[in-house]
């Protein structure tokens, strides 16, 4: 099983950046896609960005698309998620997952099989 350990977040105000980090543990990392969902109060997980195995097929929900960026160093084990322009609408945990796909990268959270504990991304106006 694989251990994903998310880190990055914090309190920023809005305009600012935060990079978010996900460790995974094992050596099937690289052989996975790999995705950011995140989770408001009183709301549903929802999709945020997802990357193939290689980095060569990503995806964005609206929400988000031309302010964060994912990407992945296979050799460190780590996927990323550079988040700039915050609003305070982004305010939510994060949360890494690996998914049980591999040549695209899936928005659907059934696809995915492993979840980390999440990182709490606070954005103040």
């Known amino acids: 099983q694989v251990q994903l350990v998310e880190s990055g977040g914090g309190l920023v105000q809005a305009g600012g950046s935060l990079r978010l980090s996900c460790a995974a543990s094992?050596?099937?990392?690289?052989?996975?896609?790999m995705g950011w969902f995140r989770q408001a109060p009183g709301k549903e997980r929802e999709f945020v960005a997802s990357?193939?195995?290689?980095?060569?097929?990503?995806d964005y929900a609206d929400s988000v698309k031309g302010r964060f960026t994912i990407s992945r160093d296979n050799a460190k084990n780590t996927v990323y998620l550079q988040m700039n322009s915050l609003k305070p609408e982004d305010t939510a945990v994060y949360y890494c997952?690996?998914?049980?796909?591999?040549?695209?990268?899936?928005?659907?959270?059934?696809?995915?099989?492993?979840w980390g504990q999440g990182t709490q991304v606070t954005v103040s106006s």
């Open positions: 094992g050596r099937i990392f690289s052989s996975t896609a």
């Open positions: 990357i193939s195995r290689s980095g060569g097929n990503t």
């Open positions: 997952a690996k998914s049980a796909v591999s040549s695209w990268s899936p928005s659907n959270p059934s696809y995915y099989t492993d």
